[in-house]
């Protein structure tokens, strides 16, 4: 069964518009767990306009599943995640003030970057996932970079899926298999819903881990959170 690991993010926007603590942050990322999910996925920015530093302080100590903190390698976020040692980092290649992952790293102009930033997490015994396109030229390069995973940005994908081209699904596939072939772990995350989410699942060998958020938060608002996760949880197996 492909795991699944709800993105918070969308939780701290709602909280931080009102200021407060209302919803509690803490206590959705304990609810889902309690739900059935099986991670929590976190995507600080250097503005901290979602999910806060002390946030991912906090939540350490509440998430019992696995903790997935995601951003890009900068020096305040390599510190945050070095002091909280979460079960994974994954690497993004956001430009500050993005408001979304727009696009996966180049695995081979950045290869000598991201290798100094896998071996440092590695080091302290994180987990390393980086962002990819999916393209054959990407997932060599993020072998070559020593990371444990890769995480397919699934934003094409889910955009041709949704104008019912399901051929768009073509290069994850091959994507996936080259990297099944190279002994690189496969997550996947961005714009997955409980639309798409299962016939991705299907057609993608080994793979391990979604990370959802939006769609799935948004889910929510009508179907309920507890039902929401179940409903991703029956897909994924």
């Not at 991912?56 to 002091?83: M, W």
């Not at 080091?123 to 999916?134: A, E, K, L, M, Y």
């Not at 073509?170 to 996947?188: D, K, M, Q, R």
């Not at 057609?203 to 608002?221: M, Q, Y």
Request: proline content about 4%; charged content about 20%.
């Amino acid at each position: 069964m492909t795991k699944l690991s709800v993105n918070i993010n969308k939780i701290a926007t709602l909280r931080n518009a009102r200021g407060g603590n209302v919803p509690d942050l803490l206590k959705v990322a304990t609810d889902i767990q309690k739900f059935g999910g099986q991670g929590i996925t976190i995507h600080p920015r250097p503005d901290e306009r979602h999910i806060r530093y002390q946030d991912a302080r906090d939540l350490k100590s509440i998430v019992y599943t696995e903790f997935n903190i995601e951003g890009n390698p900068q020096h305040n976020f390599i510190d945050l995640v070095l002091e909280c040692k979460p079960e994974q980092v994954t690497l993004v290649p956001d430009a500050i003030g993005a408001i979304t992952s727009s696009a996966g790293w180049d695995t081979v102009k950045n290869q000598a970057y991201l290798k100094e930033m896998i071996q440092e997490f590695q080091r302290n015994g994180i987990r390393t996932s980086i962002f990819v396109d999916p393209t054959l030229e990407m997932i060599e390069g993020a072998k070559k970079t020593g990371t444990d995973r890769i995480e397919l940005y699934t934003e094409a994908f889910a955009h041709q899926y949704s104008l019912g081209n399901e051929n768009g699904i073509t290069p994850y596939v091959a994507s996936a298999v080259l990297a099944n072939e190279l002994g690189l772990g496969i997550n996947a995350g961005h714009d997955l819903s409980l639309d798409n989410i299962q016939f991705f699942k299907q057609n993608i060998p080994g793979l391990l881990e979604v990370s959802i958020g939006h769609a799935l938060i948004a889910e929510a608002l009508y179907l309920g959170l507890e039902n929401v996760v179940n409903m991703y949880l029956q897909k994924l197996k």
